[in-house]
Protein backbone atom coordinates (compact mmCIF):
# COMPACT_ATOMS: atom_id res chain seq x y z
CA UNK A 1 0.00 0.00 0.00
CA UNK A 2 1.28 3.16 -0.89
CA UNK A 3 2.09 5.85 1.99
CA UNK A 4 0.96 9.53 2.43
CA UNK A 5 1.74 11.72 0.07
CA UNK A 6 2.26 15.34 0.35
CA UNK A 7 3.39 17.86 -2.74
CA UNK A 8 4.91 19.67 -2.96
CA UNK A 9 7.63 18.67 -1.31
CA UNK A 10 9.65 22.25 -0.62
CA UNK A 11 8.19 26.04 -1.64
CA UNK A 12 9.24 29.12 -1.37
CA UNK A 13 7.23 31.69 -1.34
CA UNK A 14 6.93 35.58 -0.71
CA UNK A 15 5.20 37.46 2.30
CA UNK A 16 1.50 38.49 0.98
CA UNK A 17 1.49 35.65 -1.31
CA UNK A 18 -0.89 32.82 -0.99
CA UNK A 19 0.16 28.62 -1.25
CA UNK A 20 -1.93 25.73 -1.67
CA UNK A 21 -0.65 22.40 -0.28
CA UNK A 22 -2.11 18.84 -1.35
CA UNK A 23 -1.92 15.82 0.67
CA UNK A 24 -2.88 11.90 -0.85
CA UNK A 25 -4.08 9.59 2.31
CA UNK A 26 -3.64 6.27 1.90
CA UNK A 27 -6.17 4.18 0.41
CA UNK A 28 -9.03 3.99 1.74
CA UNK A 29 -8.41 6.38 4.70
CA UNK A 30 -11.17 8.36 5.12
CA UNK A 31 -9.71 10.88 7.77
CA UNK A 32 -6.80 13.86 7.00
CA UNK A 33 -5.23 15.66 9.78
CA UNK A 34 -2.62 18.98 8.85
CA UNK A 35 -0.17 19.82 11.32
CA UNK A 36 2.06 22.39 11.45
CA UNK A 37 5.83 22.11 12.81
CA UNK A 38 8.01 24.77 13.92
CA UNK A 39 11.29 24.18 15.73
CA UNK A 40 10.16 24.77 19.93
CA UNK A 41 6.18 24.36 18.79
CA UNK A 42 5.97 20.51 17.84
CA UNK A 43 3.09 19.49 16.17
CA UNK A 44 -0.06 21.78 16.21
CA UNK A 45 -2.84 20.94 14.76
CA UNK A 46 -4.66 22.60 12.26
CA UNK A 47 -7.84 20.63 11.07
CA UNK A 48 -9.23 17.56 10.55
CA UNK A 49 -11.54 16.33 7.21
CA UNK A 50 -13.47 13.42 7.22
CA UNK A 51 -15.71 12.43 4.44
CA UNK A 52 -14.98 16.08 2.72
CA UNK A 53 -16.04 17.87 6.00
CA UNK A 54 -13.85 19.55 8.43
CA UNK A 55 -14.25 17.72 11.90
CA UNK A 56 -12.27 19.87 13.90
CA UNK A 57 -9.86 22.93 13.78
CA UNK A 58 -6.83 24.12 15.90
CA UNK A 59 -6.49 27.88 17.09
CA UNK A 60 -4.74 29.04 13.83
CA UNK A 61 -6.06 32.12 11.85
CA UNK A 62 -8.20 31.75 9.34
CA UNK A 63 -6.00 32.46 6.79
CA UNK A 64 -5.20 28.89 6.90
CA UNK A 65 -8.30 26.77 5.31
CA UNK A 66 -8.82 23.39 3.66
CA UNK A 67 -10.70 20.93 1.89
CA UNK A 68 -10.96 17.47 1.06
CA UNK A 69 -12.41 15.60 -1.90
CA UNK A 70 -14.46 12.74 -2.97
CA UNK A 71 -11.47 11.07 -3.08
CA UNK A 72 -10.35 11.77 0.36
CA UNK A 73 -7.13 13.62 -1.00
CA UNK A 74 -7.02 16.77 0.56
CA UNK A 75 -5.59 20.28 0.42
CA UNK A 76 -4.57 23.55 2.55
CA UNK A 77 -4.57 26.83 1.81
CA UNK A 78 -2.61 29.59 3.21
CA UNK A 79 -3.67 33.05 2.65
CA UNK A 80 -1.69 36.27 2.91
CA UNK A 81 1.28 34.48 3.74
CA UNK A 82 3.52 35.99 6.73
CA UNK A 83 6.99 35.48 7.46
CA UNK A 84 5.65 32.91 10.28
CA UNK A 85 3.58 30.89 8.54
CA UNK A 86 7.49 29.15 7.56
CA UNK A 87 7.12 25.66 8.36
CA UNK A 88 7.02 22.25 7.75
CA UNK A 89 3.17 21.50 6.82
CA UNK A 90 2.42 17.67 7.72
CA UNK A 91 -0.54 15.51 6.54
CA UNK A 92 -1.76 12.65 8.77
CA UNK A 93 -4.12 9.86 7.46
CA UNK A 94 -6.27 7.36 9.38
CA UNK A 95 -9.17 5.08 8.20
CA UNK A 96 -12.10 6.53 10.69
CA UNK A 97 -9.98 9.34 12.62
CA UNK A 98 -10.97 7.32 15.59
CA UNK A 99 -8.75 4.92 15.22
CA UNK A 100 -5.38 5.34 17.19
CA UNK A 101 -3.03 5.65 14.71
CA UNK A 102 -1.86 7.94 12.07
CA UNK A 103 0.32 7.98 9.27
CA UNK A 104 2.25 10.99 8.19
CA UNK A 105 3.20 12.13 4.91
CA UNK A 106 6.86 13.41 4.58
CA UNK A 107 5.72 16.86 4.84
CA UNK A 108 5.98 20.21 2.43
CA UNK A 109 8.48 22.85 3.68
CA UNK A 110 7.09 26.01 2.85
CA UNK A 111 9.69 28.82 3.41
CA UNK A 112 8.18 32.80 3.13
CA UNK A 113 10.26 35.01 2.19
CA UNK B 1 -1.63 26.95 26.54
CA UNK B 2 0.91 23.72 26.06
CA UNK B 3 -1.68 20.69 26.92
CA UNK B 4 1.24 18.04 26.30
CA UNK B 5 4.89 18.89 27.23
CA UNK B 6 8.11 17.34 26.80
CA UNK B 7 10.75 19.21 28.91
CA UNK B 8 13.56 17.82 27.75
CA UNK B 9 14.13 19.48 24.35
CA UNK B 10 17.69 16.85 24.14
CA UNK B 11 19.09 13.72 25.26
CA UNK B 12 22.13 12.02 24.92
CA UNK B 13 22.71 8.52 25.64
CA UNK B 14 25.46 5.91 24.92
CA UNK B 15 24.90 2.60 23.16
CA UNK B 16 23.39 0.06 24.76
CA UNK B 17 22.02 2.18 28.14
CA UNK B 18 18.20 2.79 28.67
CA UNK B 19 16.95 6.04 27.27
CA UNK B 20 14.08 7.51 29.25
CA UNK B 21 12.12 10.17 27.58
CA UNK B 22 9.33 11.93 29.74
CA UNK B 23 6.35 13.22 29.00
CA UNK B 24 3.67 15.18 30.72
CA UNK B 25 0.64 16.42 30.21
CA UNK B 26 -2.91 18.64 31.80
CA UNK B 27 -6.34 17.75 30.18
CA UNK B 28 -7.62 14.99 32.77
CA UNK B 29 -9.89 13.47 28.92
CA UNK B 30 -6.87 12.26 27.60
CA UNK B 31 -7.38 8.95 27.42
CA UNK B 32 -4.64 7.73 24.42
CA UNK B 33 -1.25 8.68 24.27
CA UNK B 34 1.29 7.66 21.15
CA UNK B 35 4.92 8.14 20.70
CA UNK B 36 6.13 8.73 17.13
CA UNK B 37 9.64 9.26 16.25
CA UNK B 38 10.59 11.14 13.49
CA UNK B 39 13.96 11.44 11.16
CA UNK B 40 14.77 14.31 9.56
CA UNK B 41 13.15 15.02 5.89
CA UNK B 42 10.77 12.67 7.29
CA UNK B 43 6.90 12.42 8.95
CA UNK B 44 6.83 10.97 12.22
CA UNK B 45 6.17 7.14 12.02
CA UNK B 46 3.95 5.88 15.00
CA UNK B 47 6.13 3.67 17.72
CA UNK B 48 4.01 2.61 20.66
CA UNK B 49 0.91 3.53 22.12
CA UNK B 50 -0.96 2.93 25.45
CA UNK B 51 -4.55 3.33 26.50
CA UNK B 52 -5.39 4.75 29.68
CA UNK B 53 -7.12 2.20 31.44
CA UNK B 54 -3.56 0.53 30.87
CA UNK B 55 -0.52 1.62 32.91
CA UNK B 56 2.52 0.02 30.43
CA UNK B 57 2.41 -1.29 27.38
CA UNK B 58 5.52 -3.11 25.53
CA UNK B 59 6.70 -3.57 22.39
CA UNK B 60 10.30 -5.19 21.84
CA UNK B 61 12.59 -2.47 23.13
CA UNK B 62 10.41 -0.21 23.87
CA UNK B 63 8.04 0.25 26.65
CA UNK B 64 5.96 3.03 27.59
CA UNK B 65 4.54 3.78 31.31
CA UNK B 66 1.53 5.90 31.85
CA UNK B 67 1.08 7.10 35.46
CA UNK B 68 -2.49 8.76 35.43
CA UNK B 69 -2.59 10.73 38.51
CA UNK B 70 0.54 12.23 37.83
CA UNK B 71 -0.44 12.74 34.10
CA UNK B 72 3.01 11.61 33.14
CA UNK B 73 3.83 8.93 30.26
CA UNK B 74 7.61 8.07 29.63
CA UNK B 75 9.34 5.49 27.31
CA UNK B 76 11.71 3.57 27.95
CA UNK B 77 14.05 2.31 24.72
CA UNK B 78 16.21 -1.03 26.03
CA UNK B 79 19.02 -1.30 24.71
CA UNK B 80 19.21 1.86 23.27
CA UNK B 81 20.78 1.74 19.47
CA UNK B 82 22.43 4.46 17.19
CA UNK B 83 19.43 4.02 15.17
CA UNK B 84 17.22 5.03 17.48
CA UNK B 85 18.74 8.81 17.11
CA UNK B 86 15.68 10.88 16.21
CA UNK B 87 13.22 13.15 17.73
CA UNK B 88 10.51 11.79 19.45
CA UNK B 89 7.13 12.82 20.11
CA UNK B 90 4.47 11.78 22.50
CA UNK B 91 0.69 12.55 21.50
CA UNK B 92 -2.83 12.68 23.31
CA UNK B 93 -6.05 12.43 22.32
CA UNK B 94 -9.59 12.35 24.16
CA UNK B 95 -11.19 9.63 22.38
CA UNK B 96 -14.68 10.18 23.05
CA UNK B 97 -14.56 13.48 22.27
CA UNK B 98 -12.62 15.39 19.20
CA UNK B 99 -10.22 12.67 17.39
CA UNK B 100 -7.86 15.34 17.68
CA UNK B 101 -4.52 14.82 18.74
CA UNK B 102 -1.85 17.43 20.66
CA UNK B 103 1.54 16.54 20.30
CA UNK B 104 4.26 17.92 22.61
CA UNK B 105 7.16 19.29 21.15
CA UNK B 106 9.73 16.74 20.98
CA UNK B 107 12.75 15.66 22.69
CA UNK B 108 16.06 15.12 19.93
CA UNK B 109 17.55 11.43 21.62
CA UNK B 110 21.20 10.73 20.07
CA UNK B 111 22.17 7.67 21.06
CA UNK B 112 26.00 7.27 21.01
CA UNK B 113 27.99 4.75 19.66
Redesign the interface.
Given at each position: KAGVTQTPRYLIKTRGQQVTLSCSPISGHRSVSWYQQTPGQGLQFLFEYFSETQRNKGNFPGRFSGRQFSNSRSEMNVSTLELGDSALYLCASSFQGTDNEQFFGPGTRLTVL | DQQ?K?NS?SLSVQEGRISILNCDYTNSMFD?F?W?KKYP??????LI?ISSIKDKNEDGRFTVFLNKSAKHLSLHIVPSQPGDSAVY?C?A?A?SG?????????TRLKVLA
Open positions: - | VQPYLYAEGPTFSFASTTYKYIFGTG
